[in-house]
T-cell receptor, first 114, second 116 residues
Framework: AQSVTQPDIHITVSEGASLELRCNYSYGATPYLFWYVQSPGQGLQLLLKYFSGDTLVQGIKGFEAEFKRSQSSFNLRKPSVHWSDAAEYFCAVGARDSSYKLIFGSGTRLLVRP | GAGVSQSPSNKVTEKGKDVELRCDPISGHTALYWYRQSLGQGLEFLIYFQGNSAPDKSGLPSDRFSAERTGGSVSTLTIQRTQQEDSAVYLC??????????????FGPGTRLLVL
């Protein structure tokens, strides 16, 4: 079955520290991979996406993610976290053969310590 | 340009009433999706429209849920005889047609539905 796992429900980091949010997927076809961020009371904003090619993708707000096919992972990273990064982060997968409908992970809530 | 808009932003209704939620996609986007975000179920797909093709309704949780898309643009999600378990945030997303664009979905702010 197709699924996305975000093993960390909550992560707390200090401002200025580095960040890595984990995402693992199970998908039969070659997936398209996404990271979205959701601030309280807001919709989902696209951070970055991977379709093909270079496995290290850059996104907005200084985020990057690396696709590792052998580990079925698409982890999100940021070298230095800002207080404004506090939000919930969702990893998602989609594919052409399933109408591109997204399957989401359960989300990771990021708290930033001053 | 303008993003995806949804209305109302909040809706409180009584159990058993019908509700309609509206989505205005990004102009020119031919694909439109509805998702539901609830505490117990997370983010889940409901329905997908693409151009004039028959919609993919595989995610609708019951026959109380229906959706239509008029003129290939605005979409309305209707929930009949609402139940308390329908309380959730309903998110709409749209994407552009084309081999490299269709995969990226842009989301609206959502409609927060509370069924009393």
């Amino acid at each position: 079955a197709q699924s996305v796992t975000q093993p960390d429900i909550h992560i707390t980091v200090s401002e200025g520290a580095s960040l890595e949010l984990r995402c693992n997927y199970s998908y039969g076809a070659t997936p398209y991979l996404f990271w979205y961020v959701q601030s309280p009371g807001q919709g989902l904003q696209l951070l970055l996406k991977y379709f093909s090619g270079d496995t290290l993708v850059q996104g907005i707000k200084g985020f990057e993610a690396e696709f590792k096919r052998s580990q079925s992972s698409f982890n999100l990273r940021k070298p230095s976290v800002h207080w404004s990064d506090a939000a919930e982060y969702f990893c998602a997968v989609g594919a052409r053969d399933s109408s591109y409908k997204l399957i989401f992970g359960s989300g990771t809530r990021l708290l930033v310590r001053p | 340009g303008a993003g995806v808009s949804q209305s109302p932003s909040n809706k409180v209704t009584e159990k058993g009433k019908d509700v309609e939620l509206r989505c205005d996609p990004i102009s020119g986007h031919t694909a439109l999706y509805w998702y539901r975000q609830s505490l117990g179920q997370g983010l889940e797909f409901l329905i997908y429209f693409q151009g004039n093709s028959a919609p993919d309704k595989s995610g609708l949780p019951s026959d109380r849920f229906s959706a239509e898309r008029t003129g290939g643009s605005v979409s309305t999600l209707t929930i009949q005889r609402t139940q308390q378990e329908d309380s959730a945030v309903y998110l709409c997303a749209s994407s552009a047609q084309g081999a490299t664009n269709q995969e990226t979905q842009y989301f609206g702010p959502g409609t927060r539905l509370l069924v009393l």
